[in-house]
Each structure stands twice: as structure tokens, then as C-alpha cells.
């Protein structure tokens, strides 16, 4: 089983890194915004994208094109992310590749589910929130990555 786990700099990314038990037995790509993120990970595969959102389409265009490249050499089974925009982007870019798709909404979205997660939960094959009345017949609560 090979994981593609991404994410964006900071909450994101220490979410991420919080799901790191959830790997066990899976080998795991790390994808993020930040080249240094790298040391993190250190043990494992990791690339480092562009960064980009609905304000700066260049950048997202440009982590779109990186990803496309990741998907066609690591071929992942699974992609997991914790958001946002760039790892919005590989669930669409892993249900093309027949990945299977996880969402797990930033705990940060303490109030609704963030844009990235309701568009998401229309096609990830799970969608998860840190919140327990955010929880829906789409979005899921099974606890907090953060305590």
C-alpha cells in the first residue's frame, strides 16, 4: 500500500504529521509547501510543490502540474490530506488515478467545514472533520488529530 499524504505549511502540515501512526505498514510519499519540511520526514519520500489558492491560480496551476507528475511516478493507492488548497488538488488528481481519497478537515474549522472540505466531501471517498457537530451523513467525526 503506498500512501500520498499532503498538506500545506503550518496547521496543516503538524495535523498531518499527527496521522503519521495511521501509516503503519504502508509505504509513505510526503508532499508539502515547504522544501525544509523535508527534515521532517526524513525516513521517507518527500516532494515539495508550489503553493497556491483561489487568489494566486498560478501557483495553484503550477502545484497542479507537480502533482500530475508525483501521481504518474508513485502511483499512490491512497491520498490522505489535511488541506488545503494544494491537497484539495490531489484528491481530484488521486480520484483520476483511482486512488482512494481522504479528507480530514482542518481542526482550525471549529465553526463550519472549511470551503476546501465542502467541495471535498463531494467527491472524496471520505471526508472527515475534527468536530463533533460538524459531523453528517458525508463528513465524519471519529475524534481530533490535536489535543
Given at each position: 500500500m503506498k500512501v500520498l499524504a499532503i498538506a500545506s505549511v503550518g496547521g496543516h502540515?503538524?495535523?498531518?504529521?499527527?496521522?503519521?501512526?495511521?501509516f503503519k505498514g504502508s509505504e509513505v510519499v510526503f508532499v508539502s509547501t515547504k522544501q525544509s519540511f523535508g527534515k521532517m520526514v526524513s525516513n521517507e519520500k518527500f516532494y515539495a510543490?508550489?503553493?497556491g489558492n483561489r487568489s494566486d491560480k498560478k501557483g495553484?496551476?503550477?502545484?497542479?502540474?507537480?502533482?500530475?507528475?508525483?501521481?504518474?511516478?508513485e502511483k499512490p493507492n491512497v491520498v490522505i490530506t489535511t488541506g488545503?488548497?494544494?491537497?484539495?488538488m490531489a484528491i481530484f488528481i488521486g480520484?483520476?488515478?483511482?486512488?482512494?481519497?481522504?479528507?480530514?478537515?482542518?481542526?482550525a474549522n471549529c465553526e463550519e467545514l472549511s470551503?476546501?472540505?465542502k467541495i471535498?466531501?463531494?467527491v472524496a471517498d471520505h471526508v472527515y472533520t475534527q468536530w463533533p457537530h460538524l459531523a453528517d451523513d458525508k463528513v465524519?467525526?471519529?475524534g481530533n488529530v490535536l489535543k
Open positions: 502540515w503538524i495535523q498531518l504529521l499527527r496521522l503519521i501512526p495511521a510543490i508550489a503553493d495553484l496551476f503550477k502545484a497542479i502540474m507537480q502533482l500530475r507528475k508525483i501521481f504518474l511516478l488545503a488548497a494544494p491537497g484539495l480520484k483520476l488515478f483511482k486512488a482512494k481519497t481522504i479528507w480530514v478537515d482542518s481542526i470551503m476546501s472540505c471535498a466531501k463531494k465524519k467525526f471519529k
